[in-house]
């Protein structure tokens, strides 16, 4: 359906071929061979997520028919949303499991029931959300309560401004002991910091919204990236997160792994020597 149309090219941002690219991040990608792709097989990659993308709101379209033939549709609230996106070569990369928009910026579409009233329908809302907003979400639309325990905000409330927006969301990615990253982001910046090497990202997201610039390391705007640095510190202690160590973020070495190790380690779908059968057949 797309492979004739006008699909954008990948973004490159000036950080990813230079020094300091972070290791866990070029791991992440020269382990998928990710970063081999031609162009050409990015574009028919594109192409097919694009194509995706238009089954979904086919489907879609079908429950809302059914959902509106059976008289439901006025009295039924709908979260439309997803739990990653894709990086479909931005940044020579693939898949998800990073916190660059590509991967971590979701699409968050509440519908609420035609029947409540005083409502605010068609309007778009600014405010940072997560996954963790469903449950609360769609528990206060049954009628129930969610306890101080649940990490998450109800939607509705918020888009009402019954309830205070979150100032900033952070994520972590990897496992428990050794974290690819730690993150946070507020309504204008993005921070990334990499253990490993203890290397830093910072991203302006109002004036540089595709992440082509990395701050991290710029003089300018080493006050904002300190600030950043103290707000994930202080929002994984009020976690009691393990990834601190003395309430700092952690430092480990450089692994010294080569290029050909990580490309030779694993290649998902077609042959690994992780698993006891061979997933080529």
Known sequence: MYRQADIPEPVIGDWRDSENCPAAFLRGQQEQHYDLLSPEVIREARAAYYGLITQIDYNLGRVLSALQDRDLLRNTMIVFTS????????????????????????????????????????????????????RPTLVAAAGGRSGKEVDGCNLVDMAHGNAQPRSCLEGVMGHLEIPNYLAVLDQRWKYIYY?????????????????????????????????????????????????????????????????AERRASRWPGLHTDELDYDVRH
Not at 88 to 94: I, N, Q, T, Y
Not at 97 to 117: F, K, N, Q, V
Request: aromatic content about 4%.
């Open 83 to 134: 739990d990653h996106g894709e990086m479909l070569g931005d940044h020579r990369a693939g898949g998800k499991g990073m916190y660059h928009d590509p991967s971590a910026r979701l699409p968050m579409i509440l519908r609420p029931p035609r029947t409540w009233d005083a409502m605010k329908r068609g309007e778009t809302c600014s405010a940072l959300t997560s996954l963790a907003d469903v």
């Open 195 to 259: 253990p490993e090497g203890a290397v830093e990202q910072l991203f302006d997201m109002q004036e540089d919204p595709f992440e082509t610039h990395d701050l991290g390391q710029c003089p300018k705007s080493e006050s904002q990236r300190l600030t950043m640095r103290n707000l994930l510190e202080e929002r994984l202690a009020r976690r009691n997160s393990p990834h601190l160590k003395d309430g700092r973020l952690p430092i480990l070495p450089l692994r010294g792994d080569t290029v």
